[in-house]
């Protein structure tokens, strides 16, 4: 008798499958393992996995149902998932005081994840003073500078007054992302206040502005 050997699809499908059903029948609800699995089987990630059970649960039972509407979702996101796990030089530090970093400008609404971290979002995160602790460089990806003659001769030893000197003229130097041009500036509590309206065509009920700019990342994104 002929035994098929499964592709890595199914394989994949399959254990998507296990782990789907061993969320929705636990009663008390992991939603780390809840968002991971959701995100593997639409690509989606939600900030707050908590706040959106209902949404989550609603998919992961669908998916157990009908497995192969979810096929092409499946292969897109482990494929997205696999080159972030090969480009992203930056990682969420161990300083990191939040694990969803929303950046929100006049143009755009960019969300950051550990899931979702790439070069250019963590740049961007960077650029802004106040979430660069949440990133960091992994240690062994800085690129390799090349040095001439003459740089590789002053290079070794230098006084401590000149090293000074040179911190301090670093310090000067206004914070700019990886093009050299000054990053986008947030929006103002009126401006997010602004903006929340004009997509839900209400007042918003808060005046924190942290609050406000998720608020517009989930409209955003919707």
């Given at each position: 008798?002929a ?11 399959q ?59 499946i ?7 696999e ?8 990682r ?37 003073k ?33 090293e000074?000197?040179?911190?301090d ?9 990886s ?20 997509l ?6 808060s ?5 406000l ?10």
């Amino acid at each position: 008798m002929a035994f098929l050997i499964p592709t890595l699809m199914e394989q994949l499908t399959q254990d998507l499958l296990e782990r789907a059903k061993a969320v929705v029948s636990s009663q008390k609800k992991d939603y780390t393992e809840m968002g991971k699995v959701h995100r593997a089987i639409t690509g989606t990630h939600y900030g707050c996995t908590p706040c959106n059970e209902s949404r989550i649960l609603y998919t992961l039972n669908s998916f157990i149902n009908q497995p192969e509407r979810f096929a092409l979702r499946i292969k897109e996101a482990a494929t997205e998932m696999e080159e972030q796990k090969q480009t992203s030089n930056y990682r969420f530090s161990k300083n990191a005081t939040s694990k969803l970093i929303v950046l929100v400008t006049a143009d755009s609404v960019i969300k950051v994840t550990p899931d979702n971290l790439t070069d250019e979002k963590a740049e961007a995160v960077l650029a802004h003073k106040q979430y660069a602790h949440n990133i960091e460089r992994i240690p062994g990806t800085e690129p390799e500078q090349e040095l001439t003659d003459d740089e590789d001769e002053t290079e070794t030893g230098t006084d401590e007054g000149s090293e000074d000197s040179s911190e301090d003229e670093q310090a000067d130097v206004p914070a700019t992302d990886s093009e050299g041009t000054e990053p986008e500036q947030e929006l103002t509590l009126d401006q997010a206040q602004a903006k929340y309206e004009e997509l839900t065509g209400q007042k918003p009920g808060s005046r924190n502005l942290n609050t406000l700019l998720k608020a517009i990342a989930e409209h955003e994104s919707k």
